[in-house]
């Protein structure tokens, strides 16, 4: 996968923030997925070192059987420290170095993280999204930001994430009986195509498949591909 990234990175919270607040508004949260979407990926990133490594996974699904076809994963300094709300600026330079392993190009990248449901409304996966130009969806764990009624128990139920007025997300049950998950437009894409793409990715468990792969690449560290003995994934 190709990465054009030219952009200068911030070394500072403050620097941080700014950019933040100035990438925000160019977020588009309609639909701009290709037709037919055939791949999906979800992405994650850990730590070593006492954080002063970033290891980041990619795992490249076919959808919609969810199979998957390629991945990567990369070891690189970290460069940014751990701020609440600046999670990205910690993630993301490794993330890239991931997906530009890539030899399938997703359509679609679900990050483990919010997208529109931050304090800023540029979250990890809004973040991704406009720096790659690509349809990225968050699908967060926990709540950052915003206020929500009760989700009822059944799988595919959700209730809007608010603050005040605006509507952030959704908070969605993805399996009956379990916790939900916090899920937000990252970037070229709506909340309700977001919310259906990831029930689509969901069809056992809690967390999507893009983010169960992607987790468990993560936080091996090793090499345990997810690929079947007939592919071979690029490692890094």
């Known amino acids: 996968m190709e990465i054009a990234f030219t952009q200068s990175w911030p070394s500072s919270v403050p620097e941080a923030i700014a950019l933040q607040r100035r ?6 949260t309609q ?6 979407m055939t ?11 006492q954080g002063a490594t ?4 990619v795992v490249v699904l ?7 076809i390629d991945e990567a994963l990369v070891r690189q300094p970290t460069r940014f420290p751990h701020v609440p709300g600046l999670l990205s600026f910690r993630e993301v330079p490794a993330i890239l170095a991931a997906l530009s392993q890539l030899r399938v190009d997703p359509d679609v990248i679900l990050c483990d993280g919010q997208g529109l449901a931050h304090p800023r409304r540029l979250g990890i996966a809004c973040h991704l999204g406009l720096l790659l130009d690509r349809p990225t969806v968050g699908v967060a764990k926990s709540r950052l930001v915003g206020t929500h009624g009760e989700v009822p128990s059944e799988k595919g139920a959700w209730v809007p994430l608010m603050d005040g007025q605006e509507r952030l997300g959704a908070v969605l049950r993805s399996r009956t009986g379990t916790k939900p998950l916090y899920i937000s437009a990252g970037h070229r894409i709506s909340l309700e ?3 259906a793409l990831v029930l689509q990715c969901t069809p056992k468990y809690r967390l999507p498949e893009t983010t169960r792969y992607a987790d468990r690449l993560a936080s091996s ?7 079947g003995d007939s592919q071979q994934g690029r490692l890094f």
Do not use: K, N
């Not at 990438?23 to 588009?28: I, K, R, W, Y």
């Not at 639909?31 to 037919?36: F, R, T």
């Not at 970033?54 to 996974?57: G, L």
């Open 62 to 68: 076919s959808f919609p059987d969810l199979t998957p």
């Open 23 to 28: 990438l925000a508004p160019q977020v588009v």
């Open 193 to 195: 195509r977001a919310i």
């Open 31 to 36: 639909d701009d997925l290709p037709e037919p």
């Open 39 to 49: 791949t999906v990926a979800g992405v994650d990133a850990g730590f070593e070192d």
């Open 221 to 227: 560290g090793t090499r345990q591909s997810a690929l």
């Open 54 to 57: 970033t290891r980041a996974a």
